[in-house]
């Protein structure tokens, strides 16, 4: 009788570990927070839509593409992508999901990886911008900023695939993000011997109208990647963009204090200070 007693008591706690585990594995395989230890993004793939592309190879892409950020966002917040494809252009919905999922949709195809990686990194930039309805006065400021991200992202890519690719035959491939990005920059290079400040004094009225203007706003993207290249950790004041967004118009130089004010670090203020000082601005 004891022996059958020990038997069952050993059941009954391997029976509890097994549960444990399983629960456990569930939760680490779907977009919750029981994740966040582990890995904070999961990203999901809609098979079947990518011109005889693997979801696998996809997911491999834009893994790497967000691992260009993942050192600089905050670990404890665990989050979810849902990749779709789009015919009319690359965008992140305002609507999310149950979980809180944010929806992506890309406008490639095929293994046009570079594309994969541009698109993914510009919306990635929005969810790290704190993207959110209100005043389109100053989202020009936003979208310039993923397209930041795209810069970043691909010379990023280049580096890590050259010496880790996701597949040792790809290892050559990552040459092509780099070249990329550089024929963007080139397609809508700065105008010469012109300061941002000046440029951004002759343009404004048309930023607020057209903040969509891509190439426009890649060309302003060549102008500020070298902050984010010095200083990486800016990706984490973008964080606090958006935090006082409203729709309440309000002007780019109480946009750009606002965004330094939201900002809890004195590393981040002073990275944001840097980007106010070369548009020139004061209190």
Same mark, same amino acid.
């Given at each position: 009788?004891?022996?059958?007693?020990?038997?069952?008591?050993?059941?009954?706690?391997?029976?509890?570990?097994?549960?444990?585990?399983?629960?456990?594995?569930?939760?680490?395989?779907?977009?919750?927070?029981?994740?966040?230890?582990?890995?904070?993004?999961?990203?999901?793939?809609?098979?079947?839509?990518?011109?005889?592309?693997?979801?696998?190879?996809?997911?491999?892409?834009?893994?790497?593409?967000?691992?260009?950020?993942? /050192?600089?966002?905050?670990?404890d917040e665990p989050f979810c992508i849902i990749v779709n494809r789009s015919k009319t252009g690359p965008i992140v919905l305002y609507e999310r999901g149950a979980n809180g999922e944010y929806f992506v949709q890309l406008n490639t195809e095929k293994h046009f990886w570079s594309q994969y990686a541009f698109q993914f990194a510009h919306e990635l930039g929005h969810i790290i911008c704190g993207y959110k309805k209100g005043d389109r006065s100053n989202l020009w400021?936003?979208?310039?900023?993923?397209?930041?991200?795209?810069?970043?992202?691909?010379?990023?890519?280049?580096?890590?695939?050259?010496?880790?690719? /996701?597949?040792?035959?790809?290892?050559?491939?990552?040459?092509?993000?780099?070249?990329?990005?550089?024929?963007?920059?080139?397609?809508?290079?700065? /105008?010469?011997?012109?300061?941002?400040?000046?440029?951004?004094?002759?343009?404004?009225?048309?930023?607020?109208?057209?903040?969509?203007?891509?190439?426009?706003?890649?060309?302003?993207?060549?102008?500020?990647?070298?902050?984010?290249?010095?200083?990486?950790?800016?990706?984490?004041?973008?964080?606090?963009?958006?935090?006082?967004?409203?729709?309440?118009?309000?002007?780019?130089?109480?946009?750009?204090?606002?965004?330094?004010?939201?900002?809890?670090?004195?590393?981040?203020?002073?990275?944001?200070?840097?980007?106010?000082?070369?548009?020139?601005?004061?209190?």
């Open positions: 009788m004891p022996l059958k007693g020990n038997n069952y008591k050993i059941s009954k706690l391997l029976a509890s570990l097994i549960i444990t585990l399983l629960t456990s594995i569930f939760f680490n395989s779907c977009c919750s927070g029981e994740q966040k230890k582990y890995n904070p993004l999961t990203i999901k793939i809609t098979p079947n839509i990518w011109g005889g592309a693997k979801v696998s190879d996809i997911h491999k892409v834009l893994l790497s593409t967000a691992r260009q950020f993942l /050192p600089y966002f905050n670990q400021f936003e979208e310039t900023l993923c397209e930041t991200a795209s810069l970043f992202a691909l010379k990023g890519m280049t580096k890590e695939w050259n010496k880790e690719p /996701p597949f040792l035959h790809w290892k050559s491939y990552g040459k092509e993000f780099a070249r990329y990005a550089e024929k963007r920059i080139k397609k809508y290079s700065w /105008p010469a011997n012109q300061s941002i400040s000046n440029w951004y004094l002759k343009h404004k009225k048309d930023l607020k109208q057209t903040p969509s203007n891509r190439g426009r706003n890649v060309m302003i993207a060549s102008q500020l990647i070298p902050f984010f290249q010095e200083n990486p950790e800016g990706w984490k004041a973008c964080k606090f963009l958006n935090i006082k967004k409203s729709n309440k118009k309000i002007s780019f130089n109480q946009y750009l204090f606002e965004w330094k004010n939201a900002c809890p670090t004195s590393k981040q203020k002073n990275f944001v200070n840097s980007l106010i000082k070369v548009f020139k601005f004061s209190d």
